[in-house]
């Protein structure tokens, strides 16, 4: 039976209150669509089969090698952040699937983990392994690398952590393992930059030998952090080329962060489309470099036109078309559920504007080269408020219409600081 976070009457009540005002809202929309040829409702049937990933540790607070400023009743422990997972997908509905992260992750029970997830409604979304650090009682250290190092012992050790990972991921029901490597050098010289890769695309096609049939393995390319001159896999062009070498199980995961400023993310989801490596995205917002701040904050065109690629993706799969969606951002100043609440709404809204193109004007205006036409078929579809489509789906499916506003009216964080141990105060392994 499940157990939701919250209860189901007060979101009805919350709702209640709002119902008419979206209906008008939604019937004007819908009018306005209409007179486009677009029939509302298919479109929020789209939205309504939408979905993205969370990540376990997004429910934390997060911070900056300066400081991280934790909030009362944050999780500490991953039964805390199911919970309040949870609570993001029974308010947002778009949210059903949680990416874990180990060894932050660690439980004794697997099988009892993947229960208590199925209860809150909650599946497992890719697994995340972690060579970035090095973890209390940890035999060899990985400073100087990881799947790249040098020491073949260290090499070694992180294949065996990520071959763990996938045996966790067996019991969770993950069917994919992103693998994300800091290794790199902070200066001219460090290292051999082609035995560096030499050395990776070894420890990693071992990795890949332990895949199950039906599993994928997502590569994550990040141009730059915590190694500062050079990274191993630091572009989508090292990614692809590191995933067409492992094979077909190997996949190119897109965080938006991990991006030279400026380069065209949409084009590079259009190229990994193209030789069939897109396997997934990290999504997020940045300024700056990998400033992981929320999903469409800063630059919600950008989002519109990655989705548009995807749909085009969708419309054209090459060996199939499946990427796994996930958030990866770092909440630092906000409640971390707030925070992906808002984004998996940006995120579906995205999705759902891209839905709007109409392809066919799109692709006679590409075919008579009427660049103006072309892009106002864009534009049209990134104009269209979708907010009505997007509460509506969500209402539908036991949401919330306002779902920040009912999380707060919920006191779901207040609750919990008188309940939950304060960070720093953690249990280790539970
Ligand atoms: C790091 O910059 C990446 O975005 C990874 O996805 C990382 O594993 C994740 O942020 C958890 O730390
Ligand atoms: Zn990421
Ligand atoms: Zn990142």
Not at 107 to 115: G, N, S, T
């Amino acid at each position: 039976a499940k157990e939701l976070p919250l209860s189901v009457d007060q979101i009805e009540s919350h709702n209640a209150a709002r119902v008419e005002a979206l209906r008008d809202e939604y019937d004007s929309l819908g009018r306005a669509l209409g007179r486009r040829g677009i029939d509302i409702d298919a479109v929020k049937a789209r939205v309504a089969g939408f979905s993205v990933a969370v990540p376990s540790w997004g429910a934390g607070r997060g911070g900056t090698r300066f400081a991280k400023f934790p909030i009362a009743g944050e999780p500490t422990t991953i039964h805390e952040k199911l919970a309040d997972c949870a609570v993001i997908h029974q308010l947002s509905t778009v949210t059903p699937r949680v990416s874990p992260h180990f060894p932050w992750d660690k439980v004794r029970d697997y099988a009892a983990l993947r229960e208590e997830a199925a209860a809150l409604g909650l599946g497992f979304d890719a697994i995340n392994s972690n060579t970035f650090q090095d973890q209390p009682g940890q035999k060899l250290s990985y400073r100087d690398g990881s799947l790249s190092a040098g020491d073949a012992g260290v090499r070694a050790q992180a294949v065996e952590h990520n071959v763990e990972c996938i045996e966790i991921g067996r019991q969770l029901g993950a069917s994919a393992l992103t693998v994300w490597v800091g290794d790199g050098t902070n200066f001219p010289g460090q290292q051999d930059l082609a035995k560096s890769l030499d050395r990776y695309l070894e420890a990693a096609a071992q990795v890949y030998a332990a895949l199950p049939d039906d599993w994928r393995m997502l590569l994550e390319h990040k141009m730059f952090e915590p190694a500062f001159y050079s990274t191993v896999i630091s572009d989508w062009g090292s990614s692809i080329l590191a995933a067409q070498e492992l094979g077909p199980k190997a996949k190119c995961l897109v965080d938006l962060g991990h991006h030279a400023p400026n380069v065209n993310i949409e084009q590079i989801v259009a190229r990994l489309h193209r030789f069939g490596k897109l396997g997934g995205f990290h999504f997020n917002d940045s300024k700056y470099g990998d400033d992981d701040l929320d999903s469409g904050s800063i630059n919600p065109h950008q989002l519109f036109l990655v989705f548009n690629e995807l749909i085009e993706a969708e419309l054209n799969p090459r060996d199939g078309f499946d990427p796994a969606y996930m958030i990866d951002q770092s909440h630092n100043v906000t409640d971390p559920i707030e925070s992906m609440i808002s984004s998996a709404e940006a995120i579906a809204g995205a999705f759902a504007k891209a839905s709007l193109v109409d392809r066919e004007a799109l692709a006679a205006a590409q075919q008579a080269n009427d660049t103006m036409l072309a892009f106002l078929t864009l534009r049209k579809a990134y104009r269209t408020d979708v907010s009505p489509i997007l509460a509506m789906a969500r209402m539908e499916a036991g949401g919330a219409i306002d779902a920040v506003v009912a999380y707060r009216d919920s006191g779901w964080r207040a609750r919990k600081a008188q309940e939950r141990m304060a960070v720093g105060l953690g249990a280790g392994i539970v």
